[in-house]
């Protein structure tokens, strides 16, 4: 019953609050380099190599009453696992985004600038070593959300340490402390097919689900997003709009019925 009264209360309140205000999809366009190349010639370029297998277009972050959504959309998709490069996790930002130095960045890397609150891990990455890409389109699978420990983000690399985009987060092993992190909150991935344009990677977690994990920041709050393959050729990083007055409200209504909900 409980869980029932949890689910009710937060599909209602998400309902009420979060289609008064308007929710949209949000779109992220590439404008982000990140952390120098490690081809001199290829400093400040925004992919390395074949646009066709590594390029990365944009992200579409969306959040209403179901939940949080994040798309990303690339041509790698079909391409995974070639010289054993694998899907990234999504990192996020729950207070904001500030990258280090001037846009577009080429000196941030995990190092510095934004502080990653958390990271959306999938449980499926690819094959980490066949010799030809493999197509991933169609694919889907589960999802986990741990707080970010920095020490366990795995940075890019290509083919045992020679790095495109030098140091950036690809992703999250929440096994590589001593001790293993628990999930905070489970979701879901897909693959889907995009016909006549770049394909899309799509992360989601339920508004029950964020709203069980104390975690309805993911719909209220400014958001800062990072993802990119475990090469690092193209990353994808910024911000979500300042949240607006009605979604400051929802926030404080959401929050004193999570706090209260935890002490019960
Ligand atoms: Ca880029
Ligand atoms: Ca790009
Ligand atoms: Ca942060
Ligand atoms: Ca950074």
């Not at 009420?16 to 990140?34: K, R």
Request: aromatic fraction near 8%; charged fraction near 15%; charge should be negative.
């Amino acid at each position: 019953m409980k869980v029932v009264r949890n689910y009710l209360m937060v599909a209602l309140l998400s309902t009420l609050i979060l289609s008064s205000a308007e929710a949209t999809t949000v779109v992220i366009q590439d404008n982000y380099i990140g952390a120098t190349a490690n081809e001199a010639a290829d400093i400040g370029k925004d992919v390395i190599g074949a646009p066709g297998r590594y390029s990365v277009d944009r992200m579409e972050v969306t959040t209403n009453a179901s939940g949080f959504t994040v798309s990303i959309f690339s041509n790698f998709y079909d391409n995974v696992g070639y010289l054993g490069i694998q899907l990234g996790d999504l990192f996020v930002s729950t207070n904001g985004w500030n990258p280090f130095g001037p846009a577009p960045y080429v000196n941030d890397n995990k190092n510095n600038g934004e502080q990653w609150e958390y990271a959306l891990v999938l449980d499926n990455h690819g094959a980490s070593a066949p010799v030809t890409g493999q197509n991933m389109i169609g694919a889907s699978g589960s999802l986990n959300v741990y707080n970010v420990i920095n020490s366990n983000i795995i940075s890019s690399y290509l083919n045992g340490g020679t790095g495109y985009r030098l140091d950036q987060e690809t992703q999250y092993n929440p096994n590589a402390g001593q001790s293993p992190q628990a999930s905070l909150a489970s979701g879901t991935w897909s693959i889907i097919d995009a016909p006549g344009e770049m394909d899309e990677l799509r992360f989601s977690l339920s508004a029950v689900a964020l709203g069980n994990a104390g975690l309805l920041s993911f719909l209220t709050n400014q958001l800062g997003l990072h993802w990119t393959m475990t090469c690092g050729n193209d990353v994808i990083e910024g911000q979500t709009p300042e949240p607006s007055t009605m979604f400051l409200l929802g926030a404080a209504v959401l929050g004193g019925i999570s706090r209260r909900r935890k002490a019960a």
